[in-house]
């Protein structure tokens, strides 16, 4: 994406990244990656293990200080106003499971506060029933099935009304008829809560059928930014799957363009 | 501050009692036994020693000060610890939780759970050992009042240095009130203790309130200066302890120590 495509974007963005990096004594994570998400929008970051996806993820929400650059939500940047920013961000990752000990609805009570919601009991009903937890409520998380504590994990997500939602590799973990059905709620909430969302995933079916837009990370870099169901044909690849393969085993070729 | 996540920490920890009762013993149990031991053994010396010597309010009271100070130290740390053995910090500080709001909400959880202990103690101290304040008068508020703060100082530190050196250093947390017992003169004046144990003594909030609460007991003079020191020295220590573990805070998220606090793995 040239540079004022990119300023355009990051003008209308609910998040806007720039130039992040983050390097370690002996290895650079995230190297210039600069990229924007924009309400309404379901942007998917690819790429494979070690790519720097979890990295870029946990510096966006402030649980990891990048080593130059800036991260933008809302407009407010996360290094000066941490706490506003947090306040419009949520998140769901398969490696973040909420406290066991703790049931569902004590769970979403706890985060609620935490994140200052209004009429809390009523968002918790709403969640409860939009994501079929209602049987659920005084589960302790640590004895659901995966599933289970995925669709926990999505509600404790939507609490705070976010405006930007980081979904890492949310239906990981649900059978085929359920992540379908979080797909939907998904794109519902893009659609229909002026949300943007950034989304990891593996399965490439799933990226395609639910981003409008993807980043391909590879060694901390992004390689190929666009849409899942053009990109394919536009570097002689059948899928997305068949590309990301391609990327991920032959990541740096010059010029980023991808191999053939 | 905003109140709602302070009372989102304190109502995590209300919830893990109501949800496991058993939870609670630890905060009553070890304590209750500890009066129960040092007054029969109170009750012995008194008899050895005669009518000249009444042991309940140097020994006893003195046990009971600073059962009351373990208490507040690790209701702060173990309120933290909840968030490490449930890996919960990842899900905790990407929210708008400030670190002022997060100690405030583990300090007030350990009020919460010393109070059930100092009850405890009281009762079985003054009913069935006839432990009386009545010597130390007023003075028993400044005194619990630094033995709170150096409580809450102490438990911020420790909750630090498990958030830096990870989650097996949580060994480290629990025998720090006994590596600091024998400076701060729970027994006996710091005039017993060699030079150097002294000094460190000094710096130490409680040996004011021991000494303090022998001279009251003994009917000596008392004057509070001694107390005050003590006092100034809990609150520059309390506001120390928050500087540091804003500090430990900022450097595991510049580290990525934080991250993989939760995280299996960075990418």
């Not at chain 2, 005039?191 to 007991?217: C, H």
């Not at chain 2, 008392?222 to 120390?240: E, N, P, R």
């Amino acid at each position: 994406m040239s540079a004022a495509a990119l300023n355009e974007l990051k003008s209308e963005a609910v998040l806007s990244v720039t130039d992040l990096c983050k390097s370690y004594p002996h290895i650079t994570a995230v190297e210039q990656v600069s990229f924007a998400v924009r309400r309404n929008e379901i942007v998917g970051l690819l790429g494979p293990n070690g790519a720097g996806k979890t990295t870029t993820i946990n510096m966006i929400l402030g649980v990891l200080a990048p080593t130059s650059g800036s991260i933008k939500i809302a407009g407010l940047d996360i290094a000066k106003r941490r706490s506003q920013a947090l306040a419009r961000t949520n998140f769901a990752a398969v490696y973040a499971t909420l406290p066991g000990n703790l049931t569902v609805t004590q769970n979403l009570r706890f985060f609620g506060l935490i994140y200052g919601i209004a009429d809390l009991t009523g968002r918790i009903e709403t969640l409860l029933k939009k994501f079929d937890l209602e049987s659920l409520r005084n589960t302790r998380c640590g004895v659901l099935s995966s599933g289970e504590q995925t669709r926990v994990a999505l509600a404790k997500a939507l609490l705070n009304r976010p405006e930007l939602l980081l979904l890492d590799e949310p239906t990981a973990s649900l059978d085929p008829a359920a992540a379908q059905t979080v797909r939907q709620q998904i794109r519902e909430l893009a659609r229909d809560e002026n949300c943007g969302i950034l989304w990891t995933s593996h399965n490439m079916y799933e990226v395609e059928e639910v981003c409008d837009r993807v980043l391909f990370l590879s060694h901390g870099k992004i390689l190929l930014e666009g849409d899942p169901r053009a990109l394919p044909a536009q570097h002689g690849t059948h899928s997305l799957e068949e590309l990301f393969i391609q990327l991920a085993r032959e990541p740096l070729h010059p010029g980023g363009e991808a191999p053939k | 501050m905003r109140l709602r996540p302070v009372a989102g920490i304190l109502l995590r920890q209300l919830y893990l009692f109501r949800s496991s009762p058993v939870r609670l013993l630890p905060t009553f149990a070890w304590v209750a036994i500890d009066i129960v031991v040092w007054g029969f053994l109170t009750r012995y010396l008194n008899s050895v020693a005669g009518n000249h010597l009444n042991f309940v309010p140097t020994l006893l009271g003195a046990v009971l000060f600073w059962d009351f100070f373990t208490r507040i130290m690790q209701g702060v740390t173990t309120a933290f610890l909840e968030d490490v053995w449930s890996r919960n910090f990842l899900n905790l500080f990407a929210t708008p939780l400030s670190i002022s709001e997060y100690v405030t909400g583990l300090v007030l959880t350990s009020v919460a759970t010393s109070l059930i202990a100092l009850v405890v103690m009281l009762v079985l101290a003054t009913l069935v050992f006839g432990l009386s304040f009545i010597s130390l008068g007023a003075m028993l508020i400044p005194f619990v009042m630094v033995l709170f703060l150096f409580g809450v100082a102490l438990g911020i530190v420790a909750s630090a240095l498990v958030l830096r050196l990870g989650p097996a250093s949580e060994w480290l947390v629990w025998p720090m009130p006994a590596l600091l017992s024998p400076f701060v003169g729970v027994y006996y004046p710091l005039a017993t203790l060699p030079a150097w144990m002294r000094d460190v003594g000094y710096l130490l909030p409680p040996s004011y309130v021991f000494e303090g609460m022998r001279t009251l007991v003994n009917g000596q003079a008392f004057s509070g200066t001694g107390l005050m020191i003590g006092a100034a020295l809990a609150v520059v220590q309390v506001m120390l302890a928050g500087y540091f573990f804003a500090r430990v805070f900022r450097y595991t998220v510049r580290t990525g120590l934080l991250a993989r606090y939760s995280a299996e793995s960075i990418g």
